[in-house]
C-alpha cells in the first residue's frame, strides 16, 4: 500500500506487461502508419494515430513506474510519486487532440473521398486485430488497480475497435464499393475514446487537486477519530492521494487531557491503518487553548 | 467565512485583520478562555482574520475581463484580415491570440475556484485548480506554438506574397492590445504562477505582433517573402524560451514538489532546533495552490508533548520564516514509538 520501497505503487507490478505491450504496439503501429498511406485510409490512419497514443501511453505509464521508484529529494519530498498522475493526464489530453484531428481529417475526406485500396487494408486491420488482444490480455491483470495501466488498458481495447471497424470499413468498400465508410468509420474510431478519456480526465483532476479518494468517506472518518477516547474535537481533516494506490492523511485533533495524547495519537494510527488502509498520516495532538487559536486559521 | 479561514497569516495580518476580525468565531465558543491565558506570552491569538498572506492572489477579475474582451477582438480582427491579406504570419498570430483567449479564460477560473470553500470532497478548496491552470496555460502555449512552427516550416517551401500594409496594420494594434492586457497583470507575475502565466501568455503575444509588424515592414521594403516565416520561427523561439520556465515551476508544483523559495534545509534546521526535539522525520511541504504552501512533519520529543505553545511557535515561526501557512506536526514522544514513516527511504 505505502510507496516508496522497490516495490513501490501498483503499476510497478505491471511494468514487464507493460514493456511486452509497448513493443507489441509499436511494432504495430508502423505497419499501420505504412499501410495507412499505402492503401490511402483514413480508418486505418485514425486507428494508427490511436496506436501511436497507445505506444506514448505505455511509455509515459513506463517512465512514471521507474520516476515513481526514484528516492525522494530534499525539494521533492514525495519524490517523483506524482510523475505517474502526470503522465496519466498527458496521455488523457493527447488522446483528446487526437480525436479533434481525426475529425478533421474525416470531414475533409468526406468531401472528397481518396481512392482506398481495400485488400491490403483488410489484411493490416486483421493483424491488428491480434496484435490488440494479446495487448489487452496482457494488460487486464492490473486495469483495476492502478489509474495508470488502467489508461493504458482502456486504450489497447478501444485499438481493438478500432481495428474491427476498419475491418468492417474495408469489407463495405470490397463489397459495396462504399468510399465514405473509412472517413466515417474512421471518426468514429476517434469519438469512441473520448468518454472514457474523460473519465480518466476527471479522476487525475481530482488527484491533482487533492481532492478526498473515492472510497473514503470524510465524515465517517472524523467520526471514527471523534470517537478515540480522550479525544473532543477533530478538525483540519485532509485525506488525499498522492499516486494511485498511495493515500495520505493530515488531521487535527483535540484532547481534553494532554497526558493521554500519546496514546490517542497510537489509536488515530490504528484507526487509520486498519479502518481506512491509509499509513501515510500526520496527526497533530493539541488542547482546548490551540483549538480556539487555529479553528479560524486553516483551510 | 471559509476565505478567511485559508490563511494563518500570522505574520502579516496586523495591517489587515481590520473589520474582519470578530465574524468567525466559529473558534471561540468552547469555554477555553481559561486556556487562552496560557498563551498570554504570545502576541498572536487575537489577529488572525482576513486573507492575510503576503501571497494571496490579488483580485485580477477586471484584468481578466479587459484581456479577454480586447483579445477576442482581436483574434476575430487578425483572422478576416489574415485571411484577406494571405498572410501565414497574421493567421498564425489569430490562432495564438486564441490560445490566449482560452488561456485567460482557465486562469480567471483558477482565480475565482481558488476562493471557493473547502468541502468534503476537496478538503483543499478548489485551489489546486490554479496549479493544473498555470500548467495548462503552458502546454497551451506549446501546443500553439509547434502549431505556428509546423505552418511556417511548410511556407519555407511554398511561400506566398503577403499583403503588407494590411497586414502591418492589424498587427500593430496586436501589439496594444497584447501589451495593455499583458501591462494589466505585471504585478501579479512574481507570487503567483497562474498569473505569471496569463502575463507570458500576453507579453509573449505582444512580441509575435511586433515580429510580423516587422517583417511585414521588411518584405515591403525587400520583396523577399521568405522573411514571414522566418520571423514566425524566429517569434516560437522566443515563446518555447519563456513558456519553458512556467512549464517547469507548474510541472513541480503538479509533483507536489516544494516551492523554490522555500529552503527545504532550513525549514528541516528549524524544526530540530526547537526546544526538546529529538529527531524530525517525514517532513513533506508541498503546494496546495500557486500561493499557498502546507506542510506535514513528525517530531520526536521524548520529553512529552509540550503542549499547545509550542505547536503555535512552530506554526508561527514556519509561516514568518517561509510562508508555510498550513502546517501539522505530529508529536511523537518517544522513539520507541517507532513511527513506521521514520526511515529515511519511505516517503
Known amino acids: ?299 | 467565512m471559509s476565505e478567511q479561514r485559508k490563511n494563518v497569516g500570522r505574520a502579516d495580518d496586523h495591517r489587515r485583520h481590520g473589520d474582519r476580525d470578530h465574524d468567525h468565531d466559529g473558534g471561540h465558543d468552547h469555554g477555553g478562555d481559561d486556556r487562552h491565558a496560557d498563551d498570554a506570552g504570545h502576541d498572536h491569538h487575537h489577529h488572525h482574520g482576513g486573507a492575510g498572506h503576503v501571497h494571496a492572489p490579488a483580485n485580477f477579475g477586471k484584468a481578466f475581463a479587459i484581456g479577454i474582451t480586447l483579445n477576442t477582438a482581436l483574434v476575430v480582427a487578425e483572422a478576416v484580415y489574415g485571411y484577406l491579406g494571405n498572410s501565414t504570419a497574421l493567421m498564425a498570430d489569430a490562432g495564438h491570440n486564441l490560445s490566449d483567449v482560452f488561456g485567460l479564460l482557465v486562469a480567471w477560473g483558477a482565480s475565482i475556484a481558488s476562493k471557493r470553500a473547502p468541502s468534503g470532497r476537496f478538503t483543499y478548496g478548489l485551489r489546486g485548480s490554479s496549479i493544473l491552470a498555470a500548467l495548462a496555460n503552458a502546454v497551451f502555449l506549446l501546443v500553439a506554438t509547434g502549431a505556428i512552427g509546423w505552418e511556417s516550416v511548410q511556407r519555407f517551401r511554398d511561400p506566398e506574397p503577403v499583403a503588407g500594409g494590411t497586414v502591418m496594420a492589424v498587427a500593430a494594434v496586436g501589439i496594444l492590445i497584447n501589451g495593455a492586457t499583458a501591462w494589466l497583470f505585471a504585478g501579479g507575475r512574481k507570487g503567483d504562477i497562474n498569473i505569471r502565466g496569463a502575463f507570458l501568455h500576453m507579453a509573449g503575444d505582444c512580441a509575435v505582433s511586433a515580429g510580423v509588424v516587422i517583417s511585414a515592414a521588411l518584405i515591403m521594403w525587400t520583396g523577399w517573402l521568405l522573411l514571414d516565416p522566418a520571423m514566425s520561427l524566429v517569434i516560437c523561439a522566443v515563446i518555447l524560451w519563456s513558456t519553458w520556465g512556467l512549464l517547469r515551476s507548474s510541472v513541480g508544483m503538479s509533483l507536489s514538489a516544494a516551492p523554490a523559495e522555500i529552503d527545504l534545509d532550513a525549514v528541516r534546521k528549524l524544526l530540530r532546533g526547537r526546544p526538546g526535539v529529538a529527531e524530525i522525520h517525514d517532513l513533506h511541504v508541498w503546494p496546495i495552490s500557486t500561493t499557498e504552501t502546507a506542510m506535514t512533519c513528525h517530531m520526536v520529543m521524548p520529553d512529552g508533548h509540550p503542549g499547545d505553545a509550542f505547536l503555535l511557535d512552530c506554526a508561527s515561526l514556519l509561516q514568518k520564516s517561509h510562508k508555510i501557512g498550513h502546517a501539522t506536526l505530529q508529536i511523537e514522544i518517544s522513539e520507541g514509538n517507532a513511527c513506521s514513516l521514520a526511515p529515511d527511504d519511505v516517503v
Open chain 1, 1 to 299: 500500500m505505502h510507496g516508496g520501497g522497490s516495490t513501490g505503487t501498483a503499476a510497478a507490478q505491471h511494468a514487464g506487461r507493460l514493456k511486452w505491450a509497448l513493443g507489441l504496439t509499436a511494432t504495430y503501429m508502423m505497419a499501420e502508419v505504412i499501410g495507412g498511406l499505402v492503401t490511402g485510409s483514413l480508418a486505418l490512419l485514425a486507428d494508427a494515430a490511436h496506436m501511436m497514443t497507445d505506444v506514448g501511453g505505455l511509455a509515459l505509464a513506463l517512465l512514471a513506474i521507474n520516476f515513481a521508484a526514484r528516492e525522494a529529494t530534499p525539494q521533492r519530498t514525495y519524490g517523483y510519486l506524482r510523475m505517474e498522475v502526470l503522465s496519466a493526464l498527458t496521455n488523457a489530453v493527447v488522446l483528446l487532440l487526437l480525436t479533434v484531428y481525426i475529425l478533421y481529417e474525416a470531414y475533409q475526406r468526406f468531401q472528397s473521398p481518396p481512392e482506398i485500396r481495400s485488400g491490403p487494408m483488410l489484411v493490416v486491420a486483421a493483424i491488428g486485430l491480434v496484435v490488440n488482444l494479446i495487448s489487452m490480455r496482457l494488460l487486464a491483470g492490473g486495469s483495476s488497480e492502478s489509474l495508470n495501466v488502467k489508461g493504458a488498458y482502456f486504450e489497447v481495447l478501444s485499438d481493438m475497435l478500432g481495428s474491427i471497424g476498419v475491418i468492417v470499413a474495408s469489407l463495405l468498400i470490397m463489397w459495396k464499393d462504399w468510399t465514405l465508410a473509412d472517413p466515417i468509420i474512421g471518426a468514429g474510431i476517434g469519438l469512441f475514446i473520448v468518454p472514457r478519456t474523460w473519465t480518466m480526465l476527471k479522476q487525475v483532476t481530482h488527484i491533482l487537486m487533492e481532492g478526498t479518494p473515492a472510497n473514503i468517506d470524510l465524515a465517517v472518518l472524523e467520526r471514527k477519530l471523534g470517537e478515540i477516547a480522550g479525544v473532543t474535537a477533530v478538525h483540519d481533516l485532509h485525506v488525499w492521494t498522492v499516486t494511485s494506490g498511495f493515500d495520505a492523511m493530515s488531521g487535527h485533533l483535540v484532547v481534553a487531557d494532554m497526558a493521554r495524547g500519546r496514546e490517542a495519537l497510537r489509536e488515530a494510527r490504528r484507526v487509520l491503518k486498519d479502518e481506512f488502509g491509509i499509513d501515510h498520516v500526520t496527526v497533530q495532538i493539541e488542547d482546548e487553548a490551540l483549538r480556539t487559536e487555529e479553528a479560524v486559521l486553516h483551510v
